[in-house]
Nanobody, 120 residues
Framework: QVQLVESGGGLVQAGGSLRLSCVAS????????MGWYRHAPGKQRELVAI???????NYADSVKGRFNISRDNAKKTVYLQMNNLKTEDTAVYYC??????????????WGQGTQVTVSS
């Protein structure tokens, strides 16, 4: 079985920073795209940032210049460094990854989510 486990969420004041981590575990051969999504109350889930297996990245316009996504392939981990946080960044953040298992089957996985709350 493959699992994604996030950590690093919490409560922070506006202008502050948080770093989210997501570790993949299980019967993994390789990991392709890894990304972060968020879901705020009353809004649809949206893509925040994504990094491909080749290392390219893409960001939502609302977080460009403030958030940075990175990955450590050896640790099967993706990070989201969030700086200059705003109240509108408050949401549950989910890790997502396309993973090739040891039977060479590719599936998409989600983490359980981690709450990020930004106070004014």
């Amino acid at each position: 079985q493959v699992q994604l486990v996030e950590s690093g969420g919490g409560l922070v004041q506006a202008g502050g920073s948080l770093r989210l981590s997501c570790v993949a575990s299980g019967s993994i051969f390789s990991i392709n795209d890894m990304g972060w999504y968020r879901h705020a109350p009353g809004k649809q889930r949206e893509l925040v940032a994504i990094t491909t297996g080749g290392g390219s990245t893409n960001y939502a316009d609302s977080v460009k210049g403030r958030f940075n996504i990175s990955r450590d392939n050896a640790k099967k981990t993706v990070y989201l460094q969030m700086n200059n946080l705003k109240t509108e960044d408050t949401a549950v953040y989910y890790c997502n990854a396309d993973i090739v298992n040891t039977w060479f089957s590719t599936s998409n996985y989600w983490g359980q989510g981690t709450q990020v709350t930004v106070s004014s």
